[in-house]
């Protein structure tokens, strides 16, 4: 899946915008409870580095990819004697 709007193609271009508009908005709640309680980070050094990648993520230069897997299943159906 990528990230922003350098793929060709229109439908993975269109595919990276809704990516990069979902991350980008979230990036702060994703980012929080890992920075801040697991590696001890003010909250005032996680809100700097987290305007640091968006500002990374709008860079076209950077191809931003990655894989995304999709697993499904159904409830078998309940037999009844």
């Known amino acids: 899946m990528p990230m922003g709007t350098w793929p060709r193609r229109k439908r993975l271009r269109q595919a990276g915008e809704l990516n990069l508009h979902g991350f980008y908005h979230g ?13 001890g980070w003010s909250v005032e050094e996680m809100e700097v580095m987290c305007a640091q990648v968006r500002n990374e993520c709008l860079d076209r ?10 697993v499904y299943g159904q409830k078998p159906v309940a037999t009844h004697p």
């Open 27 to 39: 990036v702060d709640g994703l980012s929080q409870r890992v920075f801040t309680k697991a590696l």
């Open 61 to 70: 230069r950077i191809h931003t990819y990655f894989p995304i897997y999709v």
